[in-house]
């Protein structure tokens, strides 16, 4: 079992920044890739960014592209999302997941991943 605990999430102005945290415990080690989804009310959660755990990639969705960064510190098992130039629009709840499947195909595919952290509320207003 993998268990992720979100944090960082809050109220921020249009054109301002956030640091979301996910930190990673229990069998870490057989954590391959991570990746932050978002789930706004009235829709589906949507694919943010992802990044292997021992490469360099990264994949990001289109609508953050250039805006928002995501990266790891292996030492310590978390995973960040730094995120920039906010809009309302990417108000939401922002889930942390991780999954052990060992390839990043589909790695933009929620039914890729097993774990799931709690989630933790971004809201930008305009």
């Known amino acids: 079992q993998v268990q992720l605990v979100e944090s960082g999430g809050g109220l921020v102005q249009a054109g301002g920044s956030l640091r979301l945290s996910c930190a990673a415990s229990?069998?870490?080690?057989?954590?391959?890739?991570m990746g932050w989804f978002r789930q706004a009310p009235g829709k589906e959660r949507e694919f943010v960014a992802a990044?292997?755990?021992?490469?360099?990639?990264?994949y990001y969705a289109d609508s953050v592209k250039g805006r928002f960064t995501i990266s790891r510190d292996n030492a310590k098992n978390t995973v960040y999302l730094q995120m920039n130039s906010l809009k309302p629009e990417d108000t939401a709840v922002y889930y942390c997941?991780?999954?052990?499947?060992?390839?990043?195909?589909?790695?933009?595919?929620?039914?890729?991943?097993?774990?799931w952290g709690q989630g933790t509320q971004v809201t930008v207003s305009s």
């Open positions: 990044i292997p755990w021992s490469s360099t990639s990264t």
């Open positions: 229990g069998r870490t080690s057989s954590v391959y890739s």
């Open positions: 997941a991780s999954t052990t499947r060992r390839t990043v195909l589909r790695i933009t595919d929620h039914i890729t991943y097993e774990y």
